[in-house]
Each structure stands twice: as C-alpha cells, then as structure tokens.
C-alpha cells in the first residue's frame, strides 16, 4: 500500500486537512479517492476549482492554492477504528506541516476527529476560536460517502464559506 504523504507546500490559500486515508485511497495512492466521497465535487461546486477533478489529479491542487494532508497516516476502513492517541499524535505532526507551510486557513474535514485530535471537545462546524501553528482553522463537514447527515448542496455552501473566509485573509 502507498504511504499518502500531504500534498501542498508554502504559500497555500488552504489546506485541507482530512482524518486518515481510506483503504482505497492507500491502495491507489491519491487522497480522497474512496467510491462516493464528496470531496471533489465539493471543491468544484464551492469554488475552489475551475472544473471538477478527480483523485488522480490530486498533485494539481497547489496550483489552485489548495493543499491536502491528514491528520493520522494510517489508512481505515472508517476514521472510527482510530484511537485517541492516533489523532492526538497526528495533530502534533500536522502542527509542523501547518508550520512550516504556513496556509492561510487549515480546514478540518470532520468536527469529531478536529474534537479529539485537538483537545476541542466543544468545537464547532466553521471558524474556531482556536488556531493551529498560529493559523486559523476552519472545520467542515467530513465529505466521507458514510457521512449522510449532508447533501451536496450543503457541502457546497460550507466549503464556500471556507473559501470566501481564507480569500480575505492576506
């Protein structure tokens, strides 16, 4: 299987930050690639992309000021099979990528996982009051297929409410 590595580097308007890879995403070696995940499509309809990618393309994103990371590199069936101290080791690693990259805004894709991983039991869906590596993050609902408490028209409309957040941050 693939080690899946982030994607991004210095300069990013935002990266995103997803729980752990999929099976399938480990077994093809791109992010976001499971069968009915959302996320390309999200990107697209909320702005972020001129046109809808796919996962193999996901090397394209920094060209779109968009980068892409996890905060556990252990690949799952579902985020559920993560211990605590997974994601609270993974948030330290993420803190150094988010670190060293310096993004505009870190989007959190998953309230439950950015609750655990970051000792933020109250957290919230959009902006939080909290930063990473002195960046702002923003969470959003995990565009997992297994996540059927949104429509595509909401991961839309919250994911352009990232985008519109980070274009006015400078």
């Not at 803190?95 to 505009?104: G, Y």
């Not at 002195?134 to 408490?149: E, Q, T």
């Amino acid at each position: 299987m693939w080690q899946l590595g982030p994607i991004g580097g210095p300069g990013l308007r935002v990266l995103f930050v997803g729980i752990n890879p999929s099976l399938r995403s480990a077994e093809v070696g791109h992010h976001f690639a499971r069968p009915g995940n959302r996320f390309w499509p999200t990107l697209h309809a909320a702005g972020f992309t001129p046109r809808r990618l796919t996962p193999q393309e996901d090397e394209l994103l920094p060209s779109f000021g968009i980068g892409v990371a996890n905060i556990v590199a252990r690949a799952t069936r579902t985020g559920a099979e993560l211990t605590v101290a997974e994601l609270r080791a993974g948030a330290t690693v993420l803190e150094a990528t988010v670190d060293a990259w310096s993004p505009r805004l870190v989007a959190v894709v998953g309230v439950v996982a950015y609750r655990s991983a970051f000792r933020r039991p109250h957290a919230h869906m959009g902006l939080q009051d909290e930063r990473v590596a002195g960046r702002p993050v923003w969470v959003l609902p995990n565009p997992s297929g297994l996540n059927a408490h949104y429509k595509p028209h909401d991961f839309a409309r919250l994911y352009k409410q990232a985008r519109l957040y980070a274009a006015s941050l400078t």
